[in-house]
């Protein structure tokens, strides 16, 4: 898995790339993927309004819009504009009710920051979720 888990620090990092962010000047990359294997990439996109969407939530969406709903782990990386990711990104609130409604107990959250990569269970970032 490590092996695996380098190649989605180097795609989330590239998505981090593709971050419409002009406000906040953070980009966020990340890449979901499904028990079967299949990845999905997601990156930020803010507008001047509230209703930007995070990262993550992007590729759930994509994702769930292709029928998929068997996810194993997300892999997250963030910063500042133009630098490597120096402090831990996680997804924010939002994104972690959101992500609970689409995974399992064993879904996990990996966060990429200053060549290190912390692993969490989503219940351990979102112990009180609404799911049911």
Known sequence: MKEDLEEDIKIAE??????YSPYSNFTVGCVLVCKDG????GCNIENNGIQSICA?????TKA????????SYIVVVGGNK?????????PCGYCRQFMSEFVEKDFKVYSYYNENI???KLEDLL???FKL
């Open 14 to 19: 590239n998505m981090r790339e593709m971050s």
């Open 38 to 41: 299949k990845k999905y990439t």
């Open 56 to 60: 993550e939530r992007v590729a759930f």
């Open 64 to 71: 769930i819009s292709e029928g998929k709903k068997d996810f």
């Open 82 to 90: 133009n630098e490597k990711p120096i402090e831990e990104c996680l």
């Open 118 to 120: 912390k692993e969490y």
């Open 127 to 129: 112990p009180y979720s």
